[in-house]
C-alpha cells in the first residue's frame, strides 16, 4: 500500500528518543484522529523519523554520502505490516537495512539503539539484496513480509530493484509456494480456531482475521487468483481499527480480544456494549473466511489445471477476475458439466447453474443448488451464489412443496451442508428465507459450554440431527426443529418460548401442515425439557415422567424430542452430553414411552386409507374388467410458477393383484428418472371378482423434464408382462454412470414392528437415504423372499425414505417371528 505523503512530522532532532515518542504520544491522543487515517498518519511520522536517523548516520536519501563521494548503495526499507503503511499502535516496527556493497559496522547500531531508546519493538535485519531473496527463498514468512516492502530512505532504486525480484519469485514460485501458505493457514486454525466463534478471539492468527487479509494480497500478487472482494475492504478496516482500541484499552500490543477488555474496546469504538462488537468482529471474520475458501478453490483448480490433473479430471483453470462485479467473470476452457439436479449441474468440483437455468423465474433455485451441492459433497459455486442472490425472487408464502423438501434434503447432508450453508447465508440467501434469522445470525453465547454463535449452534445441532435419522419416523421435522429449536434468542423472555411463536409462523410459511407446525411449535418450546428434568427430579418420583407426558403428547413427539436433545447437546460441545446425562434422559424417555403407549396407536399404526376418488374406482373397474393394468397420469408443477423448476406426476396405477409388482413400477419408474416423493399401495375388489392392487405415486421428474405418457405406459406394460428386464437396465445405466463423491449418511435400518402395529400382517419398517432404484431393490428382495405386500405406505422425507409395508405369507397370514426376521434380512442385504 502506498501512504500518503505529506510535510514532515518527525521529531526535530531524531537522534532524541524522547522526542519521537512524544510526537507519537501526541498523534494517538489527537482529538477525531482514528482508525486508518491514523495508522497512515502513525506510519508517516515513523517514516520520516527513520529517515531522519539514515540521514544522520550518513546516508541521504539522494544516494550520495554526506562527504559528497558515491554511496555504496544503502536503503531503509519498511517491511510486513509497517511496510502496508499502517500502524496500529502497539505494532512492531518491521525493517530491512539493505545495502549492495561494504556498510560501516557501526550504521545499524545508529539507527536500531535510538529506536530501542524510544521504547519500540523492533523486528530489524541487514541484508543484500541477494541474501533477502535467498532468506526469502527458505522461509515463506520472510517472503511475504518482502512482498509489502516500502522504500522508507536512502537509494530508492535499490528498493526498487528488490521490489521487482522479490514480486518475479514469488509468481515464478507460487505452484510450489501457494500450497505452502494455505497450510500454514489451515495450521493457525488449528491452533487459533475460527474468529467468528470465539468469545475471546485472536484478531490475527485466528481463521478470518489479519494474517488471512495477507494472505489473500499475497494470492493476488501472483495474478493466479484473487479473491471477491466485495465487503472485504469493510472487513478489513472493522479487524484494524478494533486491534487498534484493543492496543489502546490496554496499553500493551496484544491480538486476543479478551473477554475483560471488550466493554473498554466497544466504548473506544463508540459501539453500544461487546456483544455488538463481538458480532461485528464475527461479521468481518466470516466475511474474510468466505473469501479465503473461494479463493483457495479457485487456486486448487489454477494448480490442478497447470499439473495436468485439471485436464485428467475433466477441470480447467480458473480464475476470479472480478470484472464482472461478482458475476463470476471466469476464463475457462471446455470441461465436463454432470447434471445434478434440474438447474443444476457439477463443473470443476463445484454445483453450478445448467446452462438453460432460469432464477428469475425459478424461486427454489437456489434451495435446489444447496441441497443438490450438499448431498454430493459440493459447494455452491461463488458466482453461482451471487447470480442467484441478485436474480431469483422471494418464495411464495406457503412455500411450494419441493422447497420444502429441498431444504430437508440440503440439513440432511450433515457436514457437507455446512460449507453450503456458508455461501448461501455470505449472499444473504438464508435470512431472505427465514425471517428472524437476522437476529441470530453472529450472535455470541457468553458461555463457557457453548463453543459456537447461535446461528452456527443451529446448524451443527442440525448436522448433528442428521445422522440421527433413523431413529424417528418424521426425519424432516427433526431437521427442521434442530435448525430452528433456539431461533428465540436475542428475543425477551425465555428464549423457548419467543422460540415457540417464531416457529409457527415459520413452519406455516414453509407450508407445512397444521399437525406438523404443531410438533415442531412442541419440540422447540420443549427443546430443554427432558435434559432439564432428566438431572433436576428424581426419575422414580411419577410426577417427573407425567411432565414429559404432558409435554409431549405422542410416542412420535417424544422420539423426536429425544432425538433433539441429544442432538442439541452434542452441538453445543463437549461439556454438554455425557454418559451420565445420556443414561439419565434414556431412562426417562423409556418411562414416558410405557406410560404413552397405553393411551395412543402403537408404533407402525398406518393412517386410514381415505375412500377411494372416482378416478381411482374407475381405473380399478378397468383393471379387474381387462385383466390388465389401467393408470392416470396428472402433471403437475413442483415449483412456484407453471413451467418452472422439476415438474410432478400423480401416478395411478390398478392392476390385477400378482407376485413382485411394487418393484417393478418402481423399477419402471427409476428408468424413465422419476423420483418417488410418496406411494401408497392396497387391495380393493371393484366388481366382486377378485382383489385389484391399487397404487397412487407422487413422483417428481429428477432433471424437469417429464417421460412422454404413453412411453412410460408402453414400458409399464412391458415390464409386467416380461419383457422389459427393469433390473438389467438399471444396472447397465448406473454402471455407465460416473461415480461422484459421495456424503457419509447413516446406515439404512430395516426393522419389524411390535405384533401390535397390525392384527392382520406383519409390518416392516425402512429407513434410508434415498437413492435412485431404492424402492426397486425394496420391492425385489420382498419379492424374492416369497411374500405380499398387502399394503405400503412410502414417503420421502428430504433425502430420508421412510417406508412401511404390510406383509402377509401367499395365503395372507401375518409372518411367524423368524419368518419375518428371515425377510427383514434379505431386505437389509438388497439395500447394501
Not at 499502517?86 to 556498510?103: A, C, F, N, T, Y
Not at 513480509?145 to 530508492?156: I, M, T, V
Not at 454430493?376 to 411450494?400: D, Q
Request: with cysteine; charged share 25%.
Amino acid at each position: 500500500m502506498t501512504i500518503e505523503t505529506g510535510p514532515s512530522s518527525g521529531p526535530s532532532d531524531p537522534s532524541d528518543p524522547s522526542a519521537y515518542a512524544a510526537a507519537r504520544a501526541a498523534l494517538l491522543d489527537r482529538p477525531g484522529l482514528t482508525g486508518r487515517p491514523r495508522r497512515a498518519a502513525l506510519a508517516r511520522l515513523t517514516d520520516d523519523w527513520l529517515a531522519g536517523l539514515l540521514a544522520a548516520a550518513g546516508v541521504p536519501s539522494s544516494g550520495a554520502s554526506s562527504s559528497g563521494a558515491p554511496s555504496s548503495g544503502v536503503a531503509l526499507v519498511a517491511v510486513g505490516g509497517y511496510g502496508r503503511g499502517e500502524l496500529s499502535p502497539r505494532s512492531d516496527l518491521d525493517v530491512l537495512l539493505l545495502h549492495d556493497g561494504p556498510i560501516a559496522a557501526e550504521l545499524p547500531e545508529r539507527i536500531w539503539y535510538p529506536v530501542w531508546d524510544a521504547g519500540a519493538k523492533l523486528d530489524h535485519s541487514v541484508r543484500t539484496p541477494a541474501e533477502a531473496r535467498a532468506v526469502a527463498a527458505a522461509d515463506l514468512k520472510a517472503q511475504l513480509g518482502l512482498l509489502d516492502a516500502r522504500h522508507l530512505a536512502g537509494d530508492g532504486a535499490l528498493t526498487a530493484a528488490l521490489r521487482s525480484a522479490v514480486l518475479t519469485d514469488w509468481r515464478a514460485s507460487a505452484p510450489a509456494r501457494l500450497p505452502e501458505l494455505r497450510e500454514l493457514g489451515r495450521e493457525r486454525a488449528e491452533r487459533h480456531g475460527e474468529l467468528s466463534f470465539l468469545l475471546e478471539p485472536d484478531l490475527k492468527e485466528a481463521r478470518g482475521g489479519l494474517r488471512d487479509l495477507v494472505a489473500l494480497d499475497a494470492v493476488a500478487a501472483t495474478w493466479l487468483a484473487d479473491a471477491p472482494r466485495d465487503g472485504l475492504d469493510t472487513a478489513a478496516l472493522r479487524l484494524a481499527d478494533v486491534r487498534d482500541a484493543l492496543h489502546l484499552a490496554t496499553g500493551r500490543a496484544t491480538e486476543r480480544l479478551s473477554l475483560q477488555d471488550q466493554d473498554q474496546v466497544a466504548e473506544r469504538l463508540g459501539v453500544p456494549d461487546a456483544d455488538t462488537l463481538l458480532r461485528q468482529v464475527y461479521e468481518a471474520a466470516r466475511t474474510v473466511a468466505y473469501a479465503s475458501d473461494v479463493t483457495w478453490r479457485a487456486v486448487e483448480r489454477v494448480l490442478a489445471a497447470r499439473s495436468g490433473r485439471g485436464r485428467r479430471a475433466g477441470r480447467t483453470a480458473f480464475r476470479f477476475t472480478g470484472a464482472g462485479r461478482g458475476t463470476g467473470a471466469v476464463a475457462r476452457g471446455a470441461v465436463a458439466r454432470r447434471p445434478l439436479a434440474e438447474g443444476v449441474v457439477e463443473q470443476d468440483g463445484e454445483a453450478v447453474l445448467a446452462q438453460g437455468a432460469r432464477p428469475a423465474a425459478d424461486p427454489v433455485l437456489p434451495l435446489r443448488a444447496a441441497a443438490a451441492a450438499a448431498q454430493n459433497g459440493l459447494t455452491v459455486s461463488y458466482a453461482t451464489v451471487r447470480r442467484l442472490a441478485a436474480e431469483c425472487r422471494p418464495l411464495p408464502v406457503p412455500w411450494p412443496d419441493e422447497a420444502r423438501e429441498q431444504l430437508v434434503t440440503l440439513l440432511g447432508a450433515g457436514e457437507a451442508a455446512v460449507p453450503v450453508w456458508e455461501a448461501l447465508e455470505a449472499e444473504g440467501l438464508v435470512t431472505g428465507l427465514l425471517p428472524g434469522w437476522e437476529r441470530v445470525r453472529c450472535r455470541p453465547q457468553r458461555n463457557a459450554v457453548h463453543r459456537w454463535t447461535v446461528d452456527r449452534h443451529l446448524v451443527e445441532t442440525a448436522v448433528r440431527a442428521a445422522a440421527m435419522t433413523r431413529r424417528v419416523a418424521r426425519p424432516d421435522l427433526l431437521l427442521v426443529a434442530a435448525l430452528l429449536h433456539d431461533i428465540g434468542k436475542g428475543r425477551p423472555g425465555d428464549h423457548s418460548e419467543a422460540g415457540e411463536v417464531i416457529v409457527r409462523d415459520l413452519a406455516t410459511r414453509m407450508g407445512f401442515p397444521a399437525e406438523d407446525t404443531e410438533t415442531l411449535a412442541v419440540l422447540v418450546r420443549h427443546h430443554l425439557t427432558l435434559v432439564d428434568t432428566a438431572t433436576r427430579r428424581d426419575p422414580d418420583d411419577p410426577a417427573t415422567v407425567e411432565a414429559i407426558t404432558k409435554a409431549v403428547g405422542t410416542p412420535s413427539e417424544l422420539e423426536l424430542l429425544h432425538a433433539l436433545t441429544e442432538a442439541d447437546a452434542l452441538a453445543t460441545g463437549p461439556a454438554a452430553w455425557s454418559g451420565w446425562r445420556a443414561s439419565l434422559v434414556d431412562g426417562l424417555v423409556a418411562r414416558a414411552a410405557a406410560q404413552l403407549a397405553g393411551g395412543v396407536a402403537a408404533p407402525g399404526e398406518a393412517a386410514p386409507w381415505a375412500r377411494p376418488s372416482a378416478e381411482q374406482e374407475r381405473i380399478a373397474v378397468e383393471a379387474a374388467r381387462t385383466g390388465g393394468p389401467a393408470l392416470s397420469l396428472l402433471a403437475r408443477a413442483e415449483g412456484a410458477d407453471p413451467g418452472s423448476g422439476p415438474m410432478g406426476v400423480e401416478l395411478t396405477l390398478a392392476v390385477p393383484d400378482r407376485p413382485g409388482l411394487l418393484g417393478t413400477v418402481a423399477g419402471v419408474l427409476a428408468l424413465h428418472r422419476l423420483t418417488v416423493r410418496s406411494a401408497g399401495l392396497r387391495e380393493l375388489d371393484p366388481v366382486g371378482s377378485g382383489p385389484v392392487l391399487l397404487l397412487s405415486w407422487r413422483v417428481a421428474a429428477e432433471f424437469g423434464e417429464l417421460p412422454e405418457a404413453a412411453r412410460l405406459r408402453a414400458d409399464l406394460r412391458r415390464a409386467l408382462d416380461g419383457s422389459l428386464d427393469v433390473s438389467r437396465r438399471l444396472a447397465e445405466r448406473d454402471a455407465a454412470a460416473p461415480r461422484r463423491r459421495g456424503i457419509p449418511t447413516p446406515p439404512p435400518l430395516v426393522a419389524v414392528a411390535p405384533a401390535v402395529a397390525s392384527a392382520s400382517a406383519t409390518v416392516l419398517e425402512v429407513r434410508a437415504h434415498d437413492a435412485p432404484g431404492l424402492l426397486h431393490r425394496i420391492g425385489r428382495a420382498l419379492d424374492g423372499a416369497g411374500v405380499r405386500v398387502r399394503t405400503a405406505h412410502v414417503s420421502t422425507l428430504g433425502a430420508e425414505a421412510v417406508d412401511s409395508f404390510y406383509l402377509t405369507d401367499p395365503a395372507g397370514r401375518p409372518l411367524t417371528a423368524g419368518r419375518a426376521g428371515e425377510v427383514a434380512a434379505a431386505v437389509r442385504a438388497a439395500l447394501g
